[in-house]
């Protein structure tokens, strides 16, 4: 019976973990097919109240809030992604190889990991922007580059416990060379990590897309970005158009907090003691 309850509990948790991220796959392919759609503008239909007809309102310069909320989510999830994959391979290398190459590159890994830590995310974030050119680029080097540290320091402790394992010391007996040993032997023991890492990082590298955009480092302003949305919605607040700002912020907050749940549902599934809590 308990093994029935795990399992059922492991499917119900794979299932809600697909349905998440059919979601947000869903949102991400509508919304870059509407980035065009998101720009138009026509001034008859100005700051309108949300209706039937156009369910997140208008704005003053009559676009489509809903269109254009669902491709700025668009942008952020795409950025997100990109971003969180190209850390993760940052992190893998990062902390394999401070584990892997002796005491040398473990302080050089090291230092540079209390480097990025030592500064402010958005701090960090903007200079990088700066140095790459601003723009799009901007953005994705710059969350790439700052967003690895955590997760290399985990891969790091797995790595030093793994050297410490019986095979691992009897491949190195046997003349197995440091590389061939951490892509045969350890690269394999360390993708659950890094699978789990690289879905949490999602969550952070979306919030710090839309906070830099929101700024005004980041994406050009007539790109439909979240925080771009949230940014040039601030001056209309107060007179009253409230709609602007919540519903592509709830949005934004939706999207965060699946991600969260699908890097929870992936540690679940990859511990199966944990399924039927």
């Known amino acids: 019976m308990k093994r029935n309850n795990i399992w059922n509990g492991r499917k119900m948790m794979a299932a809600l973990m697909a349905l998440a991220a059919v979601m947000m796959t869903v949102i991400a392919v509508i919304g870059q097919r509407l980035s065009g759609e998101a720009m138009v503008t026509d001034f008859s239909r100005k700051n309108l109240a ?18 254009r909320t669902l ?28 584990a892997c190459l002796g005491k040398a590159a473990d302080g050089v890994v090291g230092l540079f990991i209390d480097l990025v830590m030592g500064i402010p995310h958005i701090l960090l974030l903007i200079l990088i922007s700066y140095a790459v050119g601003k723009g799009e680029m901007g953005v994705l080097v710059g969350i ?6 955590s997760l290399a320091r985990l891969l790091r402790g797995e790595v030093l416990q793994l050297k410490e394992s019986q095979y691992i010391k009897v491949a190195r007996k046997l003349g197995m060379g440091k590389l061939n040993i951490a892509f045969k032997h350890m690269l394999p023991q360390l993708l659950p990590q890094l699978l789990v890492g690289t879905v949490l990082l999602f969550p952070h590298a979306i919030l710090h897309e839309a906070s830099i955009t929101f700024l005004g480092f980041g994406l050009s302003p007539e790109q439909p970005a979240i925080g771009i949305i949230l940014s040039e919605s601030m001056k209309y607040l107060t007179m ?4 602007l700002a919540l519903f592509p912020g709830l949005l934004l907050v939706l999207a965060v907090m699946l991600f969260h749940f699908m890097g929870d549902a992936v540690m679940r ?6 399924a039927h809590m």
């Not at 790439?144 to 540290?149: A, D, I, K, N, P």
């Not at 009253?240 to 709609?243: K, Q, S």
């Not at 599934?269 to 944990?274: E, G, H, K, V």
Request: proline fraction near 3%.
């Open 269 to 274: 599934l990859i511990d199966p003691a944990q």
């Open 240 to 243: 009253g158009r409230w709609w």
């Open 144 to 149: 790439s580059l700052t967003h690895w540290t």
């Open 71 to 98: 491709a700025g989510l668009s942008i952020s999830i795409r950025t997100g992604f990109l971003t969180a994959c190209i850390s993760a391979v940052i992190a893998c290398i990062m902390g394999t190889a401070a």
């Open 50 to 67: 949300p209706s039937l007809r156009y369910l997140f309102g208008t704005d003053w310069m009559g676009r489509d809030m809903f269109v």
